[in-house]
């Protein structure tokens, strides 16, 4: 029994630690904001940072919005056209860029081993991070009305990438009635640890860049689904 013990506590310690967010559904009390959120994203919660040691930090960022100019479909069309990420997420601070090494069907679903670059801009210290990472991405779901894929950084890339580790991200849509009128739901979610090592006050930097990021994440995701 106390062998037993040592163990679960052994596990306990060294396993990561994520965020118990369920960003695979509509964040709680987001209707109650919709006249707020209707073609305006906004942070589900501030975007947090906290230390590690070592100049890593765990970073995490959940926002979301609801829209009128788009559907579910065009959004899922997007978020899978994952060669061409490029084309879509070419931001002011950010930029994103995938490459498909290997697609499998899981169940019916679509996994792929996707190696990815993300760039990070820091406009005010004119701080440009590169960061490649490879990741499975799996579809969740892929219907007219719920789209979601989950990001999942390879443990084997975690271990060895010195910028970027445990990287588990949610990208989801989904197609709700308010007001007997149709609209989609966006929402995405992002927990890593970074190394945060060349940034001047990391913690504070980290945090106010990442929520205007990821809200410009947001507002691109919108205008490309427009062409699909």
Same mark, same amino acid.
């Given at each position: 029994?106390?062998?037993?013990?040592? +163990? @679960?506590?052994?596990?306990?310690?060294?396993?990561?630690?994520?965020?118990?967010?369920?960003?695979?559904?509509?964040?709680?009390?987001?209707?109650?904001?919709?006249? #707020?959120?209707? =073609?305006?994203?906004?942070?589900?919660?501030?975007?947090?940072?906290? !230390?590690?040691?070592?100049?890593?930090?765990?970073?995490?960022?959940?926002?979301?919005?609801?829209?009128?100019?788009?559907?579910?479909?065009?959004? !899922?069309?997007? *978020?899978?056209? *994952?060669?061409?990420?490029?084309?879509?997420?070419?931001?002011?601070?950010?930029?994103?860029?995938?490459?498909?090494? =290997?697609?499998?069907?899981? !169940?019916?679903?679509?996994?792929?081993?996707?190696?990815?670059?993300?760039?990070?801009?820091?406009?005010?210290?004119?701080?440009? @991070?590169?960061?490649?990472?490879?990741?499975?991405?799996?579809?969740?779901?892929?219907?007219?009305?719920?789209?979601?894929?989950?990001? *999942?950084?390879?443990?084997?890339?975690?271990?060895? =990438?010195?910028? +970027?580790?445990?990287? #588990?991200?949610?990208?989801?849509?989904?197609?709700?009635?308010?007001?007997?009128?149709?609209?989609?739901?966006?929402?995405?979610?992002?927990? #890593?640890?970074? #190394?945060?090592?060349? @940034?001047?006050?990391?913690? =504070?930097?980290?945090?106010?860049?990442?929520?205007?990021?990821?809200?410009? !994440?947001?507002?691109? @995701?919108?205008?490309?689904?427009?062409?699909?």
């Amino acid at each position: 029994m106390k062998k037993i013990l040592i +163990i @679960l506590l052994l596990c306990i310690i060294v396993a990561p630690v994520f965020s118990q967010v369920d960003a695979f559904r509509l964040a709680s009390g987001a209707e109650t904001q919709f006249s #707020n959120l209707l =073609n305006t994203p906004s942070m589900v919660s501030p975007a947090s940072a906290a !230390a590690l040691g070592r100049n890593w930090f765990t970073l995490e960022t959940d926002a979301h919005v609801f829209t009128d100019e788009v559907s579910v479909r065009q959004v !899922a069309a997007v *978020l899978l056209d *994952l060669d061409n990420q490029i084309k879509y997420f070419d931001g002011r601070r950010s930029r994103l860029s995938g490459k498909i090494i =290997n697609q499998t069907i899981t !169940a019916g679903l679509d996994e792929y081993t996707v190696d990815f670059v993300s760039t990070t801009i820091v406009p005010v210290i004119n701080i440009r @991070l590169n960061t490649p990472y490879r990741s499975l991405v799996r579809v969740v779901h892929n219907t007219d009305t719920v789209f979601a894929k989950n990001i *999942l950084q390879l443990p084997q890339d975690s271990e060895t =990438n010195r910028e +970027i580790k445990k990287l #588990n991200g949610v990208r989801y849509a989904q197609e709700v009635t308010i007001n007997g009128r149709k609209y989609t739901y966006i929402r995405i979610y992002t927990i #890593n640890e970074l #190394n945060a090592s060349i @940034l001047p006050g990391a913690k =504070n930097t980290l945090e106010r860049n990442a929520g205007p990021t990821v809200l410009e !994440a947001l507002d691109a @995701l919108i205008v490309a689904a427009k062409t699909k």
